[in-house]
């Protein structure tokens, strides 16, 4: 029995995702558990697995499409069952069904056709597959399409680059390109002497071309309007670490008997901050240009550093739990980010965010707000500092904190404020931990 694949819905703020790879083609063999397709929302990437056995008898999306959730993506069946039910709603349904009777007729009665050109002026082509095509000059109705439903995808314009039919715009190309702007058209390729090998010199690099990623895009746009459009200003500062040091060192040696996490220095500044900004209300608020949003809670966000680029979850209402409660739920989230599986929801909402580095070596940094946030938090490393202790010059741990702040929405003197407010929390745990 032929079972429709849907788009699933991440969260109730996803309406379409991307698909950005398939893991099977369309005639494969799958088995419960085999991963079909990895798909991204604009902010993370999850992989769908197949809940039944069968083969995957057709395919309604390629890769680089962006599916609305709920739809049928792809069937997983018997071969020569019918599929059309299945098939979404589209542009391709005003066609002939021509396609579609050639797809079920008996495959022995003809052996497999030639590659040809496709020279149709109404040809159906992926964003991709035009990009990539007109990025190399290449007319993109020179590709012969292999895509579902008769629509050339990048491979197809990969297939003519590697088969050596792309052309440059300038001497030397080999095929003398007739459309506009010189690109190579489809009679340009049927009418071309075969082109002689031309070597590459031995010392040419090899240069890899990857597309950019639908979260990478989203990063870009984000921190692009970041800088562009808030008046962003960062104050650094220190503190005496060696009181959370000392927590920390307590912590390592007696938690695991009082069940808690294995809370961290970040976990400590996590807390501490989450404590302060109560106090802090500008800090504590989006921006959207006329109004400003604040918030009764403390909804912290935790940048985070993954595969697929820096993802922001959000401890919600982390004024109102626990140092224990926020170490655990901030490892929770990170792990999530990190293995591409957290909900989309988590990642926003936040009304701050603390950035890390400092286990980078990091001494002092500019983060960067996240919109529509009023400012970040930098986390920086711990130095050893010097200083005078009745006379003596002593030694100590010290860390940093370098807080960015959004100027339109807040003045130097409340943002300094709220810096060493965080400071003295930090120097002054075990009073801290009182709140």
């Not at 039910?85 to 069904?97: L, R, T």
């Not at 058209?185 to 071309?192: G, T, V």
Request: charged fraction near 25%; glycine fraction near 8%.
């Amino acid at each position: 029995m032929a079972t429709p694949i849907i788009m699933p819905k991440q969260g109730q703020s996803v309406e379409s995702c991307i698909i950005a790879k398939w893991h099977k083609q369309k005639g494969d063999s799958v088995n419960v558990g085999d991963m079909l397709f990895t798909y991204e929302t604009d902010k993370a990437t999850f992989d769908e697995e197949a809940e039944v056995a069968g083969t995957l008898i057709d395919v309604f999306f390629e890769e680089g499409d962006d599916v609305p959730c709920l739809t049928n993506v792809c069937v997983i069946g018997n071969e020569g069952e019918d599929t059309s039910a299945f098939k979404p709603a589209s542009e391709d349904d005003d066609e002939p069904a021509a396609a579609a009777a050639a797809e079920e007729a008996p495959k022995a009665e003809a052996a497999k056709p030639a590659a040809t050109v496709n020279t149709s002026g109404d040809t159906k082509a992926s964003p991709r597959a035009r990009a990539l095509a007109d990025s190399k000059g290449i007319d993109v109705t020179a590709a012969t399409p292999t895509g579902p439903y008769g629509r050339i995808i990048e491979r197809d314009v990969r297939d003519v680059i590697d088969g050596g039919l792309g052309a440059s715009r300038g001497a030397g190309a080999g095929i003398a390109g007739t459309g506009i702007g010189g690109k190579v058209r489809a009679e340009d390729l049927a009418n071309a002497p075969a082109a002689a090998s031309v070597e590459a010199p031995a010392a040419m690099p090899e240069i890899e071309e990857v597309p950019i990623t639908n979260i990478r895009k989203v990063i870009a746009r984000s921190m692009h309007a970041s800088l562009s459009e808030m008046a962003q200003l960062t104050l650094n500062t220190t503190f005496d670490a060696t009181e959370i040091m000392a927590y920390r060192a307590k912590v390592k040696a007696a938690g695991e008997k009082l069940g808690l996490e294995n809370i961290t220095l970040n976990d400590i500044v996590l807390y501490v901050v989450s404590r302060v900004l109560l106090n802090h209300k500008d800090l504590n608020a989006n921006f959207t240009g006329d109004t400003m949003k604040y918030f009764s809670k403390v909804n912290l966000g935790l940048a985070v550093d993954t595969p697929r680029g820096l993802m922001v979850p959000t401890i919600f209402a982390a004024s109102d739990k626990s140092l224990n409660e926020i170490s655990a739920e901030a490892k929770k989230l990170a792990a999530a980010a990190q293995g591409g599986t957290i909900n989309p929801d988590l990642l926003q909402g936040a009304s701050f965010t603390v950035t890390n580095l400092g286990s980078m070596g990091v001494e002092s940094f500019t983060p960067v707000i996240n919109p529509p946030q009023t400012g970040i938090l930098g986390v920086d490393t711990l130095t050893t500092g010097i200083r005078e202790v009745n006379g003596e010059i002593k030694t100590y741990k010290k860390m940093g904190l370098s807080l960015t702040f959004d100027h339109r929405a807040v003045d130097g003197a409340p943002a300094a404020r709220m810096l060493r407010d965080v400071a003295f929390g930090l120097e002054n745990f075990s009073l801290m931990l009182s709140k």
